[in-house]
């Protein structure tokens, strides 16, 4: 899986959401296949209005920032971002 967004926050939110995704698709396919059905898809314009409401950059890096707090709570110190020198 790949995710690139434009902070590192949105990145890591959208990473968990997709491996959560994945891992509920994979019980879905098994729960339907053990009664001889398919999954049920959803069509492709409820798809495209949930993206705009939960795709975004920002709401990615709005709900990112909670998994970083817990990172540095268990860590025990603040990560901070220190942008790289020109010309080192």
Same mark, same amino acid.
């Given at each position: 899986?790949?995710? *690139?967004?434009?902070?590192? /926050? *949105?990145?890591?939110?959208?990473?968990?959401?997709?491996?959560? !995704? !994945?891992?509920?698709?994979?019980?879905?396919?098994?729960?339907?296949? *053990?009664?001889?059905?398919?999954?049920?898809?959803?069509?492709?314009?409820?798809?495209?209005?949930?993206?705009?409401?939960?795709?975004?950059?920002?709401?990615?890096?709005?709900?990112?920032?909670? /998994?970083?707090?817990?990172?540095?709570? /268990?860590?025990?110190?603040?990560?901070?971002?220190?942008? *790289?020198?020109?010309?080192?």
């Amino acid at each position: 899986m790949l995710i *690139a967004t434009k902070s590192i /926050e *949105a990145t890591v939110f959208f990473f968990i959401s997709l491996e959560k !995704c !994945c891992q509920v698709q994979m019980l879905a396919d098994q729960a339907a296949a *053990a009664r001889g059905l398919k999954p049920r898809l959803i069509d492709p314009e409820n798809a495209a209005r949930t993206q705009r409401r939960l795709g975004s950059d920002m709401g990615g890096w709005f709900n990112g920032i909670p /998994e970083f707090q817990l990172l540095e709570h /268990e860590e025990g110190r603040r990560f901070e971002y220190i942008p *790289a020198q020109e010309n080192m």
